[in-house]
Structure formats: structure tokens, C-alpha cells
């Protein structure tokens, strides 16, 4: 495993909107590694979703 690869705990500690003036170049890095990681995260728990929504739908036939 990477090390420098950001933890699921580190985008916990960003916030959205917060004031980025004070932050280093690598602070920076880190927040964007990880803002990275979990929109993918995010991406793959949505294909899922809408395999798992299209398979009930064919078995109850909806659509």
C-alpha cells in the first residue's frame, strides 16, 4: 500500500468551503489526493446503486 495514498479518515477532516489561504503546497496535494479518492469511492457505490435499482426493476418489472 501507498503511504503517501490518502486514509478513508482524511477527507474527514476537509470541509468544503473552509478557507484555504493558510494551507501549504502539499496540504494542498493531500486535500486533492483525497477529495480524488472519494469521489471514485463515490462513483463505484453509485454503479451499484443503480445496477441493484435496474435488477429490481426487472424482476418487478418497472420501467
Do not use: T, W
Not at 482524511?10 to 472519494?38: N, Q, W
Not at 463505484?44 to 443503480?50: F, G, M, V
Amino acid at each position: 500500500m501507498d503511504d503517501d495514498a490518502p486514509k478513508p479518515h482524511d477527507a474527514d477532516r476537509y470541509r468544503i468551503g473552509e478557507e484555504l489561504y493558510s494551507l501549504s503546497v502539499h496540504e494542498f496535494e493531500a486535500r486533492i489526493s483525497a477529495y480524488e479518492s472519494e469521489i471514485i469511492r463515490l462513483r463505484d457505490a453509485l454503479e451499484r446503486k443503480r445496477r441493484e435499482r435496474n435488477a429490481a426493476d426487472a424482476l418487478f418489472g418497472k420501467r
